[in-house]
């Protein structure tokens, strides 16, 4: 879009600069006519000033006037309008810069945030272990609350490192395998997350879907469509997932039951560092569910959210091309 935005903006430009340099070289060669015009007229040389002037009569100079009047006129509004163009062009630029400032300002925040907050819990939890200050019966919490962190943190550099080389990625070599397979492992992975945020968690419909993807990228996607349904469900709340064939195509869904997503952030939590409405204090880089879309749509699928308003939960649904052996 930028790229677009830019070149639209160079040829306004471009046809700006070319309309006032015609205008320029215009003027200097009326300007030189006009001379030979006075020179011939102070001789008294009637027919050579007309036909220098083009014209082979007195009267037909009103005619050149009238049509030189209209030419300027309608060059003239043209030239206003890509001048117009450009600054609303150059206006929307400013506003889009703004915008990328104000998200890169939310994604340092939350980034910090996503990778501070791990480490810290991971120091003191050593530092109690160490000094010895952790009564015995509680040092396996806190071990699996520190390897929890540890995860948090792997998942936070995992979407950054990810969202830098995007592109690279789709070089990777695809396999075929069973999408079901890979979200129960995803749900294994993130069981004891659940439990921890006193959520209840249930995979009722898990068919099977062999899909050509690249593990690594899946697995991204599945980790982030449950870590996003995690942190923004309240202790007590449910998560379930579903994965089913739904023509050509597989389709996995994670439901739950909790803050909502309101209408107007539907579609924009999908861009790159966007969060819903009053979720900062949540933590998270913003770039989760964008990396969701774009690596879904890298493997020829689309995803989708639907919400029910705030603190009604949300769906996710993602729908990825069955492969061809048995579609």
């Not at 030419?71 to 915008?99: I, N, Q, W």
């Not at 075929?176 to 979200?183: I, N």
């Amino acid at each position: 879009m930028r790229k677009h935005t830019s070149l639209v903006f160079g040829l306004v430009v471009l046809v700006c600069l070319t309309q006032i340099g015609w205008w320029i070289t215009f003027q200097v060669r009326e300007a030189s006519r006009l001379e030979t015009v006075a020179e011939h007229l102070d001789a008294g040389e009637i027919q050579a000033a007309l036909r220098a002037l083009e014209a082979t009569y007195p009267g037909e100079l009103a005619e050149t006037a009238r049509s030189r009047r209209a030419m300027f006129a309608s060059e003239g509004a043209a030239l206003g309008l890509l001048v117009l163009v450009g600054v609303v062009f150059f206006y929307a630029t400013l506003l889009r810069e703004r915008r990328f400032r104000d998200n890169q300002q939310r994604f340092l925040a939350g980034a910090t945030h996503e990778l501070k907050t791990p480490l810290t819990t991971v120091r003191l939890g050593l530092e109690s272990l160490e000094q010895g200050t952790l009564p015995e019966p509680r040092r396996g919490e806190y071990l699996r609350g520190m390897v929890r962190e540890l995860d948090r943190l792997e998942r936070g550099l995992t979407n950054i490192l990810t969202a830098a080389g995007l592109e690279a990625s789709g070089t990777r070599p695809r396999e075929v395998d069973d999408l079901a397979a890979d979200t129960r492992r995803a749900i294994e992975a993130f069981r004891e997350r659940c439990a921890a945020a006193e959520l209840s968690t249930s995979a009722d419909e898990l068919q099977n879907c062999p899909v050509r993807r690249d593990p690594a990228a899946i697995r991204i996607v599945l980790h982030n469509l449950l870590d996003n349904a995690v942190r923004y469900t309240p202790p007590g709340g449910r998560i379930l997932v579903r994965v089913r064939r739904v023509g050509h195509e597989a389709e996995l869904s994670v439901t739950d039951t909790g803050r909502g997503i309101a209408r107007e952030d539907l579609e924009r939590i999908f861009g790159r560092f966007e969060r819903g409405s009053g979720s900062e204090h949540l933590g998270g880089t913003g770039l989760g569910l964008a990396l969701v879309r774009e690596l879904v749509q890298s493997h020829g699928g689309t995803v989708s959210v639907s919400s029910d308003g705030p603190d009604r939960g949300s769906c996710f649904t993602l729908r990825l091309p069955l492969a061809e052996e048995s579609a």
